[in-house]
């Protein structure tokens, strides 16, 4: 063999991996190549909470105080993103993933500066956006941005037309922007359809790595044949596909609803970099019990969604924040396929179960009552659920108790009007099973910890 050969060949297979590699991820990246967004992007969004409320003179408890009331009114929507930003670094929010800061409409001059740029309203953005990006930045955390296809932004501040996207997009890269939401008031389909794909194409141009959120679905009624969800996957990394989230269960419900009725065109279109928005979080607000929390966390969590909190976290209840930062939701919310859950069963007596596949063959099954009467006893079987047969690990999200069940074990879930129990549901390991029967007896239930309520044990 000669020299040439000796070295040729490890460098011929090297070339030939890099082929194959770059071949594979081809065949396997659909999502807009931005590298973003691998998982569901989780943070803090102003928009449900905060509105346009600007007028903090006048609503001084529904802004933000941070210098004396009577300098306020110049401070007040800065100081709400500092705050939050404040509190998601503090408060064990940006360790479980919570890192997005998002502001949304109204933040802007109602004028263009002398280069035609987007300028931030300078009483109430003093800093201006790139100081604000910094300060998000230097606490491990990252800023999103509003902007809207048309003429207008929904709140009637400058909007993007068609000729100023290349100059918006580069404006967010130098204020270093991390994410940008793209609403579509005031324009119309034949302008959408030009201006989200030309939006990406500015993005990317601009070399820094700005996640995209595309409102455009919603605004073409969410479904095919107006809506192509490849070419969304292509462009976007995440989209609203149906109207505003508002702070009530019948608005949740509605959401839920829709999403279900259409999962079998929405969750295909969901994956790695690329996913549907039912909208925001709104634990923590006004309008949910803590079981209705639950029941949106636990949704949110199965249909791969984005979770954007949109509340006040410098006063949120223990109640809400132990719902939104429980850890095993998130875990489920976050995996790395990627598969939107959908609803398996839609029972008459008002019992529906979803179910999400995971990493390592586990899953997610969420047992939702849309009853208001009482609780609920359901009774099913895993192998009903459409489990192979075999033993599992069943983790309660939401007890956080642990049992093992095999697929052909009848068992209640007790399940509170509109509420879940939520499950993880794995094969259970071995060290796991010697730790769950300590002593020879069984250790905990996954059920019944209240009294009339319970359900009976089951026999394994
Ligand atoms: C639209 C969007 C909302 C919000 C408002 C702002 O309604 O869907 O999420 O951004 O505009 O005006």
Known sequence: MSTFEVETLPKLLMHLAVLLVSALSAAVTFALDNGEMRVPPMGWLAWERFRCDIDCAHDPKNCIRRVHPTFL???????????????????????LGYVYVNIDDCWSSMKRDEQGRLQADPKRFPGGIQKLARYMHDRGLKLGLYGDMGTHTCGGYPGTTLDKIDLDAQTLADWEVDMFKFDGCYSNATEQAKG???????????????????????????????????????????????????????????????????????????????????????????????????????????????????????????????ILQNKMVITINQDAMGIQGRRIVKEKNDINVFWRPLSNNASALVFFSRRTDMPYRYQTTLGKLNYTAGSYMIYDVFTEKTMTLKDSTSFVVSVNPTGVVMWHVSAPAKWNFRQFYKGGRRQGSAFGNDGQNAVPPVFL
């Open 196 to 322: 989200y794909p030309l939006m990406s194409k500015a993005l990317n141009a601009t070399g820094r790595p700005i996640g995209y959120s595309c409102s455009w679905p919603a605004y073409q009624g969410g479904l095919p044949p107006k809506v192509n969800y490849t070419q969304l996957g292509e462009i976007c990394n995440l989209w609203r596909n149906y109207g505003d989230i508002q702070d009530s269960w019948d608005s949740v419900l509605n959401i839920i609803d829709w999403f279900s009725e259409n999962q079998a065109v929405l969750a295909p279109a969901a994956g790695p970099g690329k996913w549907n928005d039912p909208d925001m979080l709104i634990a923590g607000d006004f309008g949910l019990s803590m079981e209705q929390s639950r029941s949106q966390m636990a949704l949110w969590a199965i249909m791969a969604a984005p979770l954007f909190m949109s509340n006040d976290l410098r006063t949120i209840s223990s109640g809400a924040r132990s």
């Open 73 to 95: 009114s110049k401070q007040a929507y800065e100081n709400l993103f500092i705050d939050m930003a404040d509190r998601l670094s503090e408060d064990g929010w940006r360790e």
